[in-house]
């Protein structure tokens, strides 16, 4: 699919700043990598469909940003068919360990203890045999060349190596892989890992026995038992997705379909919404312009997800989605929020930006969406078996624990609206700790105020809680999002926030496809991660 030109120069777009826009009725792909784009819009090309392309650009993307996801993560879709017009969820994000873990705490993010039970390739697996036409083969075997012939270390992948050098280094295969004479190895040189396409190589003809129920499966337990964990081979075994009915939910008319719990982002995505709906927002304008509009959306942002905190798997704690959802909840929940000041945030509890996010549409209309991540800070505990990162996905069982067995509350948010005509008007989602934020901000932007997809991601933004943020109760807002007058009547009315670079990395980077009512699809890559979009 590639020569060593090819990625060289797709390498060398992989930077942070300003881009161009895609537009095509044949298909577009938006990543936060060009490599991962073109995997996705190569395969389009060659009659492939979205799911076909999403997931052969998932794979491929555990080999190019190692650093924000891995094949031992999770995967989680939105998916519309065209033919028939529905529209499912896969939930593919970590399980609990059967003997459970109690008394968790950061430090133990560092060891065994927080490893979680995977579901990437048991969800990548399950959307390939429902909704693609080509064999894991096929799928797999860009991810499997970009391992076996490498990629250059691009500008972020660098940072994320460095500032993660001493975990990447403890283990034989991390030094064989970042590091040269125990040096890491530097900006633009290639990194090769032969050992992740051999394991790749045996996931594809051996599906998701080789990874759940084999040798593989072995190693790894064993790996994360030494290191202190408790996983054991019934956790990989029991481990099955989810095929879900989307939350729905309308904002101004518009359907909206927004992954459910316990991935329960999309759900926020509505809820925030109908609070929204409460508000004259098309009088005031955005954040920008407004500071009645920067306090209300950061409060609407922040507080919502924090409440869904209190969420469990609805396997085993039932959740009354239909009133959260309801516009009646919303209108009650204005008038108490109106009652009392913001509601304070411990930015030691704020996760640390990661994962991946990328959309697809194809030419027959399909669209899909997915998140997929490692959930914690890059090669966290330092433990890799057969050239894969074993991931800490237990960083986000501090938002809630789960029973022992019962799959994590996440609030990744992959989404679809739906225009007038029935058809998907918007699809996107986003990675890192402001994703909410970003997918609501980049929503109005383009349903109230008309915007095109690639104004529209480089707008300024609200953001979240800051990782390690200096301030209690505080959100980012990006510097240029409102005035010096704006942000001082927002914080007199409570809001406490930390201004930050214009499009910081603390702000989410969407990854969305507009589709006009004509069928042209457009996406524009964020200015705030190293993506690309492409239409075929």
Not at 114 to 140: C, D, M, N
Request: proline share 7%; charged share 20%.
């Amino acid at each position: 699919m590639f020569d060593v030109d090819d990625i060289r120069q797709l390498s060398d777009r992989a930077i942070f700043g300003r881009k161009r826009m895609a537009s095509g009725k044949e298909g577009v792909a938006v990543s936060s990598h060009p490599i991962v784009t073109r995997v996705a819009t190569a395969i389009l090309r060659a009659g492939g469909n979205a799911v076909d392309a999403i997931l052969a650009a998932s794979l491929a993307q555990t080999v190019v940003e190692p650093h924000m996801t891995t094949a031992f993560g999770m995967l989680s879709m939105m998916h519309y068919d065209a033919a028939t017009g529905a529209t499912r969820y896969l939930n593919g994000s970590m399980n609990a360990p059967l003997a459970g873990l109690g008394g968790i705490t950061g430090a133990d993010l560092a060891t065994g203890r927080g490893v979680a039970v995977p579901g990437f390739w048991a969800a990548w697996e399950a959307a390939r045999e429902r909704h693609a036409t080509k064999s894991r083969e096929e799928l797999a075997a860009p991810a499997i060349e970009l391992a076996r012939t490498g990629i250059p270390i691009y500008p972020f992948l660098y940072g994320m190596m460095f500032e993660q050098a001493g975990k990447i280094g403890l283990s034989e295969d991390g030094r064989e892989i970042y590091f040269r004479d125990n040096a890491l190895r530097g900006p633009g040189e290639v990194v090769v890992n032969h050992r992740l396409a051999d394991t790749l190589e045996k996931m594809a003809t051996g599906g998701v026995d080789y990874f759940y129920r084999s040798r593989f499966t072995e190693k790894v337990v064993e790996t994360v038992r030494a290191a202190g964990g408790v996983l054991t081979m019934e956790d990989f075994d029991r481990f099955a997705p989810r095929w879900m009915e989307p939350a729905w939910g309308s904002y101004r008319g518009q359907r909206i379909a927004g992954s459910p719990p316990p991935d329960n982002g999309g759900t926020h995505i509505i809820e925030i919404l109908n609070l929204i709906e409460q508000i004259p927002l098309a009088e005031w304008g955005m954040p920008t312009d407004s500071a009645d509009s920067l306090y209300w959306l950061s409060r609407f942002c922040l507080e919502v997800p924090l409440d869904g905190a209190a969420q469990g798997d609805p396997n085993s704690w039932p959740t009354p989605l239909e009133t959260i959802l309801s516009k009646d909840y919303a209108a009650m929940r204005f008038e108490l929020m109106k009652m009392r000041d913001p509601v304070p945030v411990d930015p030691a509890r704020s996760p640390y930006p990661g994962s991946n996010h990328l959309t697809v549409v194809d030419r027959d209309g399909n669209v899909a969406t997915v998140l997929h991540s490692v959930m914690s800070l890059p090669w966290m505990n330092g433990l890799m078996v057969d050239g894969m990162s074993l991931w800490s996905g237990a960083a986000h069982f501090a938002r809630n624990m789960p029973k022992p067995g019962d799959r994590a509350t996440c609030y990744v948010a992959p989404h679809i609206i739906f225009g007038s005509n029935g058809k998907p008007l918007l699809a996107a989602g986003s990675p890192s700790v402001a994703l909410i934020q970003n997918c609501v901000t980049n929503a109005l932007n383009i349903l109230d105020f008309g915007m095109d997809i690639e104004t529209s991601v480089h707008r300024p933004r609200i953001g979240g809680p800051i990782y390690g943020g200096s301030t209690a109760n505080s959100v980012a807002v990006e510097l240029d999002c409102g005035t010096p007058a704006i942000h001082a009547a927002a914080a007199a009315r409570g809001l406490q926030f930390e201004l930050t670079s214009p499009w910081s990395f603390h702000a989410g980077s969407y990854e969305g496809i507009h589709i006009s009512p004509g069928g042209v699809a457009s996406a524009c890559a964020d200015p705030r991660r190293s993506g690309a979009a492409e239409a075929v």
